[in-house]
């Protein structure tokens, strides 16, 4: 935004700027939370898959962990 833009606007707060090492961790958060819903997804699909056969399996990643090495 241009200077002249937010001086016409005194409500506007301004945001301090990032470190390199503040950008590079907010990164890795993004990835993991994206990598936590492509596997939440995952486990969901499966779960529903094998529901059709008649096997039940509990939510729960380490569950799902549990119960597949049973069978």
């Known amino acids: 935004m241009p ?3 937010a ?3 005194p409500t ?4 301090a700027v990032k470190s390199v ?3 590079e961790l907010q990164a890795l958060h993004r990835v993991r ?3 936590m819903k492509a596997r939440t997804a995952l486990l ?7 529901h059709e056969y008649g096997i039940i ?6 569950t799902f962990r ?3 090495r049973e069978k």
């Open 3 to 5: 200077k002249a833009e």
């Open 7 to 9: 001086m016409t606007r």
């Open 12 to 15: 506007m707060r301004c945001v």
């Open 21 to 23: 090492e503040q950008q």
């Open 33 to 35: 939370e994206r990598l």
């Open 44 to 50: 969901n699909e499966t779960r529903g898959l094998l």
């Open 57 to 62: 399996v509990p939510q729960g990643a380490a």
């Open 66 to 68: 549990e119960h597949v």
